[in-house]
């Protein structure tokens, strides 16, 4: 990939409405059987075209073939109830009805490795795979056989690592895996979070990445966000470790939101995925913020290593300010290029 500045977004998009009923997590399917399939790939493919006409360099599926970023890998799993609904505190933050975990977890067949290739064969740009992380989905679930968080964690690295692999067999160059709980169990994230994000990407070539964010903007974290005070300062516990870790991109949060950005010193010499995207607000981007929010990170981050994205998935928006979001992004990224390429034109005649 030659661009300087390559975008992307962090995952996923609103579905159309005739597949789930939109701005909501957990939609149901409005589809069954065949049709669903193809549904599916349709929504899919529309994703892809929506971000190479509006100027995204790094190109997702948009998550438009799962319900969920997490529960949708989980229920693919031996070892998971899916009738089983459990509710539990998710990120200590809301309660959710998850799949319950009743016995040893395994991974009967690929997941999302059919899904990847079918994404491979609609674009020629480098294409990002978002899994969710070990700690993440430990999260994001009810355990009524391990009895141990680090112990499942381990078991779920393990399995992310298969499935890991083959997604890069089927051609996908970014392996990106979710662990928003990074923002929340500090002492976990040292103890046994960072190693176990490190053994699901064991031995990959693909580039990997982590996405750690403060979450959807849905209101339960919107209004724990109004906690956290005038500064978020929770990256700066995990970003030493990830610096030290073998993951080659961190994904954060950034635009509106309370981080210093200054906290990006600490992933120095890691490829920076930096939100200049707000997903808790449809108001539109202008160009000129979203390259402000650029030309802010770069001070702390080489521009060969910085990948303007959005802050979080955007599944819960209104899909036209979704999409228009992406012009956004892209449009700020243009703007900042020029300057990066002026700047490297000598002054003078
Ligand atoms: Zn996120």
């Not at 992310?160 to 929340?184: K, S």
């Not at 580039?207 to 990256?235: D, F, S």
């Not at 490829?271 to 990170?297: C, N, Q, S, Y």
Request: glycine share 6%; net charge negative; with cysteine.
């Amino acid at each position: 990939m030659n661009t300087l500045l390559p975008t992307s977004i962090v995952g996923s998009l609103p579905k159309p409405s005739w597949l789930a009923e939109p701005e909501r997590l957990w939609s149901p399917w409005q589809l069954e059987g065949a049709a669903l399939t193809e549904g599916k790939q349709d929504a899919l493919r529309t994703a892809v075209h929506e971000q190479e006409r509006r100027g995204i360099d790094i190109v997702s599926d948009g998550e438009q073939t799962r319900q969920h970023f997490v529960t949708t890998f989980i229920e693919h799993l031996d070892g998971v109830d899916l009738e089983r609904k459990e509710t539990v505190r998710i990120r200590d933050r809301y309660d959710a009805a998850v799949p319950t975990v009743v016995g040893a977890v395994s991974r009967r067949q690929p997941v999302f490795v059919e899904d990847a290739a079918f994404l491979r064969a609609q674009t020629d740009r480098p294409i990002k795979w978002a899994l969710p992380g070990p700690m993440t989905m430990i999260d994001t679930l009810s355990d009524q056989h391990y009895k141990s968080r680090e112990k499942l964690a381990w078991e779920f690295a393990t399995i992310l690592n298969e499935e890991a692999r083959e997604l890069e067999a089927a051609g996908v160059d970014i392996i990106q895996f979710d662990e928003p709980a990074f923002t929340v169990f500090h002492d976990e994230v040292q103890d046994w979070g960072v190693a176990a994000l490190e053994r699901a990407a064991e031995g990959l070539r693909a580039e990997t990445a982590v996405h750690i964010c403060y979450g959807y903007g849905i209101e339960a974290n919107n209004k724990w966000k109004e906690t956290l005070g005038a500064e978020w300062r929770q990256y700066e516990q995990s970003f030493p470790l990830l610096q030290q870790s073998s993951i080659d991109i961190v994904s954060l949060e950034c635009i509106h939101s309370h981080v210093p950005l200054d906290l990006v010193e600490l992933i120095r010499g890691k490829k920076v995925m930096l939100g200049a995207i707000d997903v808790a607000t449809e108001t539109v981007e202008t160009p000129e913020e979203v390259a402000e929010v650029l030309r802010r990170a770069l001070e702390f981050v080489d521009a060969d290593k910085l990948i303007p994205s959005s802050n979080c998935g955007m599944a819960p928006l209104a899909r036209g300010a979704a999409l228009d979001k992406l012009s956004a992004l892209s449009a700020g990224a243009d703007i900042v290029r020029a300057e990066l390429a002026g700047a490297a034109v000598p002054a003078g005649r």
